[in-house]
């Protein structure tokens, strides 16, 4: 039984003289219950429907004198009549509701299996042409102009093409993948190749909704579409468009189908032994200067653990090509794009950071786990307040004994003008950037060497402090000692963020 009622028939009555498929009367019935939809697209159970609904004659005739009656003229005629309607293209929906989504559409979606995803959650995406919203106006106007306003239809009621659509598509793929509850999302769409000259007229009548943008073929978009049919009223509508619309000569078209799995994070913290070895690939002038980077040597192992196509980097700042990373590490964490795997139990996580470890001995990376995308902005968090460490080995031009240098420990919260870098200048704004040293400690090594702690403000350039920077930052160590100083070597100590969580050893 169909959740039909007798008053729907007179509206019921119009649709299907309209042209509407089974599935598309329910939509304009406003017909909510998901079970309705699932049913086969036959015109014949809506009338079925209507008649069950009816109340039964007084004296229906025996079983016996149907057959031996046969069928009459007029019953022969409808059933002709009948079976035309079915297999007629749907003037509102265009065939989606109809052969579109059934078995066969179910499993061009669940290709998701041959391309070996692994997912929780299944989200289905459905892309459709333009020119349904016209078309569903059009008899949605229709309807209105030909039934008491009693019965009417609101058009904010009806229950849309998409949805309906996921409501029959969703029980086949669920029963064909064995039952889905990382989301997952498989991309469905649909188009037809006269878009463009059912949708033409609305160009004219609210030219100011449609405006060319990039990276799309035709300016009549969806949103575009439905924005100009909530601007225009329906007595400029009926003048510009057939009402019912014209009978259709064929269905949409569907597309190929996307299968794409949400991002999956993955967080940790690594350490750069190693002088000579960019963060990321260094490309000057199109030439690649190293051989490699610290991005790409974690990245490897874990996109093949996840299966990924791709990735995105971040971390808690950037040391230079020829500063090392020491201590517990820099934070760091990447976007895995489309990962066909989107699990990695404690055991496998830990197999994988034994596996980038080992791939390298420039680096090292601890703390490997999966995140979410919201613990990911704490990384980025306090990014001004957060603290870091360096040790430098410092060269002065001035032979200098122990003594001179000992007033240096006693510096607090040094406050530096930096004015960006002539190194950095290319790729970062001209600016004067206050940053604050909190505590210097210092150790003697000879004449012309000594170490230099640093305790800074993120974001503070430790070289440009040390040799000045031709003067661009100030104060710096060159006026403290009142030599030439320049720096032969800098560690990174400590970067003073608590992200990612431990994982115990």
């Not at 750069?272 to 990245?299: N, Y």
């Amino acid at each position: 039984m169909l959740p039909l009622k007798e008053k729907d028939k007179p509206i019921v009555q119009k649709l299907l003289s309209a042209g509407c498929c089974a599935r598309c009367v329910l939509r304009f019935c406003c017909v909510s219950v998901q079970a309705a939809y699932r049913k086969p697209p036959q015109v014949r159970l809506i009338l079925h429907e209507e008649h069950d609904s009816a109340s039964p004659p007084e004296d229906p005739p025996s079983k016996r004198a149907k057959l031996e009656a046969g069928p009459s003229e007029e019953d022969a005629a409808a059933a002709v009549k009948l079976k035309d309607e079915e297999s007629r293209v749907c003037v509102v929906c265009l065939g989606i509701l109809q052969d579109l989504c059934g078995p066969a559409q179910a499993l061009k979606v669940c290709t998701v299996k041959a391309e070996k995803y692994e997912f929780d959650t299944l989200v289905l995406s459905v892309s459709l042409p333009a020119q349904l919203c016209v078309r569903e106006v059009s008899v949605s106007v229709w309807c209105h102009k030909q039934t008491p306003k009693s019965i009417a239809v609101d058009r904010d009621d009806l229950i849309q093409v998409k949805e309906a659509f996921k409501w029959i598509m969703q029980g086949l793929v669920a029963k064909e993948l064995g039952g889905v509850a990382s989301l997952f999302e498989v991309s469905v769409e649909f188009t037809y190749p006269e878009t463009d000259a059912d949708c033409h007229f609305l160009a004219t009548t609210c030219s100011d909704c449609f405006k060319p943008t990039k990276n799309k073929q035709s300016v009549f978009t969806r949103m575009a579409v439905v924005k100009a049919l909530e601007k225009i009223a329906d007595a400029k509508f009926l003048k510009h468009y057939p009402s019912p619309p014209a009978q259709p000569t064929s269905s949409c078209i569907p597309q190929d189908v996307q299968c794409l799995h949400m991002s999956v994070f993955v967080a940790g913290r690594y350490n750069k032994f190693c002088r000579s070895l960019p963060q990321t690939p260094w490309v000057i002038d199109g030439e690649r200067r190293m051989e490699s980077s610290v991005e790409e040597l974690i990245a490897a192992p874990v996109l093949s653990s996840f299966r990924s196509d791709g990735f995105n980097f971040s971390s808690s700042g950037r040391e230079d090509v020829d500063v090392r990373t020491l201590g517990n590490g820099r934070p760091f964490a990447m976007e895995l794009l489309n990962p066909h795997r989107s699990r990695l139990s404690r055991a496998e996580m830990k197999q994988l950071q034994e596996t980038i470890n080992k791939s390298s001995d420039k680096i090292r990376v601890r703390d490997l786990q999966i995140v979410t995308r919201e613990a990911m902005s704490r990384m980025k968090e306090g990014e001004e307040e957060k603290t870091k460490s360096y040790t430098a080995l410092i060269w002065t031009l001035k032979p200098i004994q122990r003594e001179d240098i000992t007033f240096i420990d006693d510096i607090k919260d040094l406050t530096l003008d930096q004015k960006t870098p002539l190194r950095v200048l290319h790729r970062r704004a001209l600016a004067v950037r206050q940053r604050v040293i909190h505590s210097m400690n210092t150790r003697f090594l000879d004449s012309h060497h000594f170490y230099l702690g640093l305790k800074t403000q993120a974001g503070t350039y430790i070289k440009e402090f040390v040799h000045g920077d031709f003067g661009r930052t100030k104060p710096n160590l060159c006026e403290l000692l009142r030599t030439d100083t320049d720096i032969l070597e800098l560690d990174v100590e400590s970067v003073d963020v608590d992200w990612p969580p431990s994982i115990p050893e």
